[in-house]
């Protein structure tokens, strides 16, 4: 991951804005640049992942316009490859097309790139600022205007706060220009539902999943692979090991009570022949990280906050043990093909109504944590289940066909990577366990019950209403809101609400985001 700021106007000293930048170095520890444009500041920390040499440093400068950009440009030799004709290129870095490319195509580049990115633009000819943000949001970015009214880009709300009064994220599928928002791609939206049969749809899914994951391997810098145990993340790591020469390194976490996955994980590794690695956790690591792992999200939402304890932890040792740089993981498969709740969508129509609110939010929650976790630790996040061509086609098939009609959730997925030998059939026919389950149950539990010491009942119910928007509503929300407004004070908008299964669902009306506590978790913690 790299970090970009942009301060889009005149009248913020450079130190200043060097204050507020260097808050998320972190993210980018090889080099940071920060540009004057004329007209306010572009602000880099890079972490080298394509295109090495210093000559990839940014910002980025082309006949006066400037660029900053945390991005991966898929497929970028291609277009590299169009434009030198016209255009010369200084390094190997993917972001370097992308100025030749505003002033081929203007904004409309933005819908063409198949990219996770987040870049800020200055164009010299009309002294305007333009940002703009992948359809799912797996780079981050946000915004806020300062005191002057001057609008400010940022990769984290950290860069902000003290800034800015009112912080909020950049909508995904969007660019910014002439102080508008403008929707280039809303990926959630299906014009029409494919009529592929069962084995089309299958098929294609394993292809388009397949070429997701092999484009994500390319970096010249090492990769490495988060490994739960769980469906998702064993297939993204089968088709890795199936693509690699050489073993594929994988780490999984686990708490030294109660982990569920550990031994998953481990099964998964020994078959697709991986370089294993195991983090073991304890309670006292768990609620020691906790204010930490708060401050880093940006969140009070229960689920993100409980998941990103193991992740973070994972990241953690893989930075501070090894020389890898890229993490790929298997978030965004839930949103697609159903978690443990939408076993109850009353209808195909709400499934699909469902996944398309659940992918709209995406960058407020899982790609979140991805993003945080990973980034604060010095690596970038590839999130393969993200492909832009992948997601588009699995939310264009029939909703009837993603509904578990089966007996088995993420049917689809499962069914499409039978064939050539994956994973063992345990393994790929494996019923789901959240995250943060299936680090330890125990790892909720201490969390659950060292919130209920912090308050008596009273002081719960004094404190809890001292919040209008997403009200905590048990003693472990209102510990982590707490902690939140600590360090993004009165910034709660940032996100939604709390992420919970739908609770007009028969069944769903449940007071904790745990799949625990749904009726059909079943064998899930076995």
């Known amino acids: 991951m790299c970090s970009v700021m942009g301060y889009c106007d005149s009248g913020l000293l450079l130190e200043e804005f060097q204050k507020y930048f260097q808050r998320t170095v972190s993210r980018g520890p090889d080099d940071s640049r920060i540009t004057d444009t004329g007209k306010g500041f572009l602000g880099f920390h890079r972490l080298a992942i394509m295109g090495l040499t210093p000559s990839g440093m940014q910002p980025f400068s082309l006949h006066g316009n400037h660029l900053v950009c ?65 359809p799912i949001g797996i780079r981050p970015l946000y915004y806020g205007r300062d005191s002057k009214g001057v609008m400010v ?53 394993h292809d388009k999943l397949t070429a997701g994951i092999e484009k994500r391997l390319v970096a010249d810098a090492k990769v490495g692979f988060l490994l739960s145990g769980g469906l998702d993340s064993s297939l993204v ?18 708490m030294k009570e109660d982990a569920i996955d550990l031994k998953y994980a481990r099964q998964t590794a020994d078959y697709i022949g991986s370089q294993h690695t195991e983090v073991i956790i304890s309670k006292k690591e768990v609620l020691a990280s906790l204010e930490e792992v708060i401050q880093l999200l940006g969140t009070f939402d229960i689920t993100t ?4 304890i193991g992740m973070y932890l994972v990241c953690k040792a893989i ?91 993420k049917y689809l997925l499962r069914r499409a ?54 009200q905590p509503f048990t003693k472990e929300s209102l510990l982590y809101r707490e902690i939140f407004e600590k360090y993004y004070p009165g910034q709660s908008r940032m996100v939604a609400d709390f992420w919970m299964p739908n609770k007009a669902w028969k069944g769903c009306n449940v007071d904790d985001p745990s799949a625990r506590v749904l009726s059909n978790y079943g064998a899930s913690g076995a």
């Open 153 to 205: 880009f940022a990769s984290e709300p950290k860069n902000l706060v003290g800034l800015c009064e009112h912080i909020m994220p950049f909508p995904p599928g969007h660019f910014y220009k002439d102080g508008k928002f403008v929707c280039y791609c809303d990926i959630a939206k299906a014009e029409n539902y494919s009529d592929d049969d069962m084995e089309t749809v299958c098929q294609k899914i």
């Open 305 to 308: 906050i409980r998941a990103s």
């Open 319 to 409: 930075h501070e043990q090894t020389d890898i740089r890229v993490l790929l993981t298997g978030e965004i498969s839930d949103e697609l093909f159903g978690y443990k709740y939408t076993d109850f969508a009353p209808s195909p129509e709400e499934f699909q109504k469902e996944s398309q609110k659940r992918i709209r939010e995406l960058h407020m929650y899982d790609v979140l944590r991805a993003d945080r976790c990973i980034s604060v630790n010095s690596l970038e996040a590839r999130v393969p289940f993200g492909d832009l061509d992948f997601v588009r086609y699995v939310m264009s098939v029939n909703p009837k066909l993603k509904m578990n009609t089966y007996g088995k959730g």
């Open 70 to 134: 945390n991005g991966e440009i898929y497929g970028f030799e291609r277009i590299k490859k169009q434009l030198l004709g016209k255009y010369s290129f200084e390094s190997d870095s993917d972001c370097e097309i992308l100025l030749p490319l505003y002033e081929e195509y203007g904004t409309d580049m933005f819908a063409m790139l198949d990219a996770e990115f987040a870049c800020i633009l200055y164009d010299s000819k009309t002294q305007e600022y333009i940002a703009a943000r992948d």
């Open 417 to 470: 990577f039978e064939k050539g030998r994956y994973l063992p059939p345990e393994i790929l026919w494996r019923e789901k366990a959240a995250f943060s389950d299936a680090v330890g149950h125990s790892m909720v539990d201490y969390l659950k019950e060292y919130a209920d010491t912090q308050y008596t009942q009273k002081e719960f119910e004094e404190k809890q209403k001292g919040y209008a928007h997403a």
């Open 237 to 254: 790591c089968a088709v890795a090991a199936q693509k690699s020469q050489v073993p594929i390194r994988t780490f999984a976490i686990g």
